[in-house]
């Protein structure tokens, strides 16, 4: 096959790959090595005399499973070797050009060398997303392994051919940008690029980034369905990605982010809009407070995309803000609502989970009334839970200019009247 021909653009490195923490074995032994190092020297420090008796008076310490027995530590030991299978594998880089190649070439047949299997999802990542992938390309930028199969042969079927096992939102993204069907937008970095296709590049750097190599673990044919789908649900589900509040504070790390956590911390937010621990861990407090700044200040500026709105917020405010001006904006807002809404932000108060769009709604006009009147003391409440309130609070609202505009200031007028 003419693809296979390109196979010495491809360096391959052998190892061994368990499938039950897909870890190298040998890389395994040196950090166990380098822990019995790190456990003697703790011993040593402690001065328990013995290296073997103060090792297992350090793992008695740390709070064994009461009553263990060796019988049970054999049965847990063998039941680890019953499970455990191990993979051939081999490590290899492939320049861009010859990946894609793989992925195209008699894919209208179902017989490309590199394929994605029905298990896999749809292509899902947007235009965006797409753009700042290949933007890390094109400057050098390291990005993940991809994770391949050599399927077995099957009657009938073309042998040899590479499953995508993880990886296949990026090689469709490459495929879409060399084909032409990817036209670059919302890149900061290289920012003169939004609006280009791979033709639209000089053709030096054409030919630059069809060189970049995208590195590949390719498992060998032993590695069967059911291993690959297991790789699979581990890679997808071993790390969570971080959220767009976690990705703002090491993206936009500054004064203006340490207020929002400060802001966070106000004790009768915690009381009004009561979030899981979960959520909390994973900063959706200063998420909540982050759009209520960035919609008391400019919700009349807000087009369609959320995310784009609350970054240029952060960035126009990480130099220079009035500190005591918004914080005194937000305690009297958070002191309004406790006195006023008697379910806080929620929708009842049966309600455990407070919804961002509500709680913009209530946050922003209250804070645009007290502006007009800060001795405000509503005539009625009676809105909270009305039909209308409940249409202007719903999901389908969240990305639209003109819904944004009118929940908060539904709420301002409301309590102004």
């Given amino acids: 096959m003419r693809l296979q021909a390109n ?144 399927t077995s042969d099957e009657p009938g079927k073309v042998g040899g051919r590479l499953e995508i096992v993880d990886g296949s939102q990026r090689i469709r993204t490459l495929a879409a940008f060399i084909q032409g069907d990817l036209r670059l937008e919302g890149l900061e970095k290289l920012s003169e690029l939004n609006g280009f296709c791979f033709t639209d590049l000089v053709p030096s750097r054409q030919r630059r980034f069809s060189r970049r190599t995208i590195r590949m673990i390719e498992l060998t044919e032993k590695a069967n369905e059911e291993v690959r789908r297991d790789i699979f649900e581990r890679i997808n589900t071993g790390s969570e990605e971080l959220n767009d509040m976690e990705k703002r504070r090491g993206i936009h790390k500054g004064p203006f982010v340490d207020f929002l956590t400060e802001c966070a911390k106000h004790p009768l937010f915690d009381r009004l809009a009561p979030l899981s621990a979960s959520a909390i861990k994973r900063r959706e407090r200063e998420e909540f407070i982050l759009r209520f700044f960035a919609y008391l200040d400019r919700y009349q500026d807000f087009e369609h995309d959320v995310s784009e709105f609350l970054d240029g917020y952060i960035k126009s405010n990480q130099p220079n803000f009035d500190r005591a001006r918004m914080y005194g904006e937000y305690s009297g807002m958070l002191e309004f609502a406790g006195k006023h809404f008697p379910d806080g932000f929620r929708k009842g108060p049966t309600h455990k989970r407070v919804f961002r769009i509500r709680f913009e709604a209530l946050a922003v006009g209250t804070a645009l009334a007290l502006r007009e009147k800060p001795n405000l003391v509503p005539a009625s409440t009676n809105w909270l839970r009305s039909e209308e309130f409940r249409q202007l609070t719903t999901s389908d609202a969240s990305n639209s200019r003109v819904k944004v505009v009118r929940r908060i200031e539904y709420v301002r007028n409301k309590l102004l009247d």
């Fill in 7 to 150: 196979e010495k653009h491809a360096c391959a490195l052998n190892g061994r790959l368990v499938n039950s923490s897909f870890t190298n074995h040998r890389a395994a032994t040196r950090e166990s090595q380098r822990a019995g190092r790190h456990t003697m020297r703790r011993e040593t420090l402690s001065k328990v005399p013995g290296s073997a008796i103060g090792a297992e008076r350090m793992v008695r310490a740390k709070g064994s499973m009461p009553g263990l027995t060796d019988e049970r530590k054999q049965a847990a030991e063998k039941q680890i070797v019953d499970v455990m299978t191990e993979v051939d594998y081999d490590t290899k880089e492939y320049p861009v050009e010859i990946v894609v190649q793989k992925y195209l070439d008699g894919r209208a047949e179902d017989e490309n060398e590199l394929f994605i299997p029905d298990y896999q999802r749809d292509f899902a990542w947007d235009a965006r997303r797409q753009s700042r992938f290949i933007e890390s390309v094109i400057v050098g930028l390291p990005v993940p392994y991809v994770f391949v199969a050599d």
